[in-house]
Nanobody
Framework: QVQLVESGGGLVQPGGSLRLSCAASGSTLDYHAIGWFRQAPGKEREGVSCIRSNDGHTYYTSSVKGRFTISRDNAKNTVYLQMNSLKPEDTAVYYC???????????????WGRGTQVTVAS
């Protein structure tokens, strides 16, 4: 099983930027996709973005397209999420996770980290 550790969250003003990092260790080859989901208070988990492991195809949920960019550094076993033009509705705990990318988006998570808080407020 893969172990995931997130970093990079914080408080930022609307319109600002943050970069999240996810360091992966363990069985880093045993997943279909790796990326990020978020969960705000009282809301369900939402798959935000991921990279499919076999071909590097990237996915973004519609609300973050054009603002967020996912990337990976295979040498460092690290995945990044660059978040620009942040909005108050992006406020949530962001979790790095492995899961499945399907026509339903990024879900069926099987491993995830402890999460990092992202707060967008003025």
């Amino acid at each position: 099983q893969v172990q995931l550790v997130e970093s990079g969250g914080g408080l930022v003003q609307p319109g600002g930027s943050l970069r999240l990092s996810c360091a992966a260790s363990g069985s880093t080859l045993d997943y279909h996709a790796i990326g990020w989901f978020r969960q705000a208070p009282g809301k369900e988990r939402e798959g935000v973005s991921c990279i499919r492991s076999n071909d590097g195809h990237t996915y973004y949920t519609s609300s973050v397209k054009g603002r967020f960019t996912i990337s990976r550094d295979n040498a460092k076993n690290t995945v990044y999420l660059q978040m620009n033009s942040l909005k108050p509705e992006d406020t949530a705990v962001y979790y790095c996770a492995t899961g499945v990318l399907s026509i339903r988006g990024f879900n069926d998570f099987n491993s995830w980290g402890r999460g990092t808080q992202v707060t967008v407020a003025s």
